[in-house]
């Protein structure tokens, strides 16, 4: 059976009229606060952790909530941008953004099992090689499943290698220094999107906002756009879609 494919029109169409129904994003973080008003109507398919406790690695069904505050900006983003589709929390990063590589995986493992169709990792960690092959592993096995996997490119610069990132079938995002509402496609790395990163006014635990900057605001922007083209094209490969953002999004 071929495999779908759709013209940049209607990539651009999709992005316009798309909602995210029938799309299901699971959002690896820190967390999130169900309560906030901002989130008002929204019931998490999952709200989970993964938690190392004595050497062993296990995932708890309830995550207590948004331990930092960065899950709850993530999940109000892609919120607004794919109103429709459904989402789920695992939560995989500790009170400080920090997580083992390990934790990750175990995640990204449980995401996959219950049938996401979206991965978003607004985190990133240093390219170590010792944990070369954990992290090359299940992105390899995400992309042979047809899950699509959207991650922030460092804050730091386009060339400062970081995983999730910076593997070839990831759609890694980058902060827009011109703050560009749009898609804006890179020219050089392995991140190769960039679109707004600053939130005035960022859901934030307890009820609030916060005004936040950095590239982990502007990959739940694509997540959700993407949320939107899936909505539309169902089935759409991870080949194949990262190639119609590319087509889509306007040249830097």
Request: proline letters at 6%.
């Amino acid at each position: 059976m071929d495999e779908p494919w759709v013209t940049p029109d209607e990539i651009r169409s999709a992005l316009k009229e798309g909602d995210g129904a029938g799309v299901r994003i699971a959002i690896l973080d820190s967390g999130v606060d169900v309560t906030h008003p901002g989130l008002a109507g929204i019931s998490l398919e999952d709200d989970g952790a993964i938690v190392s406790e004595g050497g062993r690695i296990r995932v708890k069904e309830e995550s207590d909530g948004d331990v930092f505050g960065h899950g709850t900006a993530v999940t109000g983003i892609i919120h607004q941008c794919a109103p429709k589709a459904t989402l789920g929390s695992f939560r995989v990063l500790g009170h400080f953004k920090e997580s083992r590589a390990a934790v990750i995986r175990e995640g990204v493992r449980e995401a996959a099992r219950r049938g996401y169709n979206i991965v978003q990792c607004s985190f990133g960690a240093p390219a170590r090689p010792r944990d070369a092959a954990i992290y090359k592993g299940w992105i390899d096995a995400l992309y042979l499943r047809g899950i699509h996997i959207v991650a922030a490119g460092s804050n730091s610069g386009f060339q400062t290698a970081e995983w999730p990132a910076h593997f070839p079938t990831v759609i890694a995002v980058g902060a827009d220094p011109l703050n560009r509402e749009h898609l804006v496609r890179a020219t050089e790395g392995l991140v190769e999107f960039l679109t707004r990163a600053e939130e005035s006014e960022a859901l934030w635990p307890g009820g609030g906002t916060r005004q936040l900057v950095g590239s982990s605001f502007a990959a739940p922007r694509v997540a959700g756009w993407l949320a939107r083209i899936l909505s539309r094209h169902p089935g759409l490969h991870p080949l194949l879609a990262k190639a119609s953002l590319r087509a889509a999004a306007q040249p830097l």
